[in-house]
């Protein structure tokens, strides 16, 4: 018997809930579940002392786990809007050197200044920048094929940003500034305050708007563009508005991240192969497979082992294996 497409998702929700109060109960200090139940209780109680549990809920793991719940739905949203503009499963939200902009702006940041807000300030701007410089090269290119262009001018602005990475690596004290550079370019949760997430989160939100406006027009787009014009789809303006809004919620989220990768490409193929390719049936399928799946991540970063490890490396772990897998269906042929 097959399931609704409300049903899956409505499902997938109450898994990602379920996940997320395990999450609360995990960590250096375990919680039972009655202290969990009443630290819970507790936001509707303002007039008690706070006990640890509640402390640790609310002042620790609660922003944490949020930021692991923002940042993998909007990655996940990102990849699957670039996905589906640019008609291939193998895309990510990286590829035109949003990520490779922010880190090039924290590293300055972090050279220059080391300053926490100077530093989101500065790797959001440099992912913005990154990707209004791919898409001005693309348009100035003139081919016959503007998503090509668009690719190759974002490659190429990412390895150029990367080189620049590189440079300030090389420069950087070794143990004043080196230390925090590589520390931010692994990607991290540790650091994230609930101011953090007030920025981030209405920026995510302006991203999304039009993602789901758009919904219905971009499957439109994965037709050939004469074919999508001759239906009356702007595929020009539209493209740019899909870039536009995916790569407004990446840029907030390696702000406060810093780089994460294979979300953006794993996440949304894996929700395509249960919703299928209808976009307004995945986006939001694919927004709570990214959210579980970081969450899930970022709690094994800070439980598994005495130190922390960097989200950025597990996810890369577990990437790998899977983009060979996804590699070998691409040979295939896919839908």
């Not at 995990?26 to 109680?45: C, D, H, K, T």
């Not at 895309?91 to 926490?116: K, W």
């Not at 990214?290 to 950025?312: H, K, N």
């Given at each position: ?5 409300r049903a899956t998702t409505f499902l997938a929700g109450i898994a990602l809930a379920a996940l997320a109060a395990i999450a ?49 739905a909007a990655l996940a949203a990102a990849g699957t809007a670039y996905q589906g503009m640019f008609r291939n499963a193998l ?171 294979w979300v953006g490409l794993l996440i949304p193929h894996a929700a395509r192969l249960v919703a299928g390719p209808e976009f ?56």
């Open positions: 018997m097959t399931r609704s497409p609360l109960t995990l960590g250096e200090v375990p919680l039972s579940p009655r202290e969990l139940l009443g630290a819970l209780a507790s936001l509707f109680e303002p007039g008690e002392t706070a006990d640890q549990a509640t402390q640790i809920v609310w002042q620790i793991r609660a922003p944490r786990i949020a930021a692991a719940l923002l940042v993998g895309v990510s939200p990286d590829i035109l050197g949003v990520s490779a902009g922010a880190a090039a702006g924290a590293v300055l940041a972090i050279f220059f200044s080391q300053d926490a807000l100077t530093i989101q300030i500065a790797a959001f701007i440099g992912g913005l920048a990154a990707v209004a410089l791919a898409y001005a090269v693309a348009s100035a290119a003139r081919r016959h094929d503007p998503g090509l262009a668009l690719v190759l001018s974002g490659v190429v602005i990412g390895s150029l940003l990367g080189a620049v990475v590189a440079l300030v690596k090389t420069l950087a004290d070794p143990l004043n500034q080196l230390p925090p550079i590589t520390f931010w370019l692994l990607g991290s949760l540790a650091s994230v305050a609930p101011l953090d997430l007030a920025l981030a989160l209405p920026l995510v939100a302006v991203g999304l708007i039009p993602l789901w406006l758009l919904r219905w027009r971009m499957n439109l787009l994965a037709l050939d563009d004469d074919e999508a014009r001759s239906l009356g789809v702007p595929v020009t303006a539209m493209r740019l508005a899909v870039v536009s809004a995916a790569t407004l919620m990446t840029a907030a989220c390696v702000a406060i991240s810093g780089v994460i990768g307004s049936r995945l986006l939001p399928l694919a927004m709570l497979f990214g959210a579980a799946f970081l969450l899930v991540v970022d709690t094994v970063c800070r439980t598994a082992t005495s130190i922390e490890l960097p989200p950025g490396v597990v996810t890369a772990l577990v990437g790998t294996p899977a983009f060979l897998v996804l590699l070998l269906r691409a040979r295939r042929g896919w839908t």
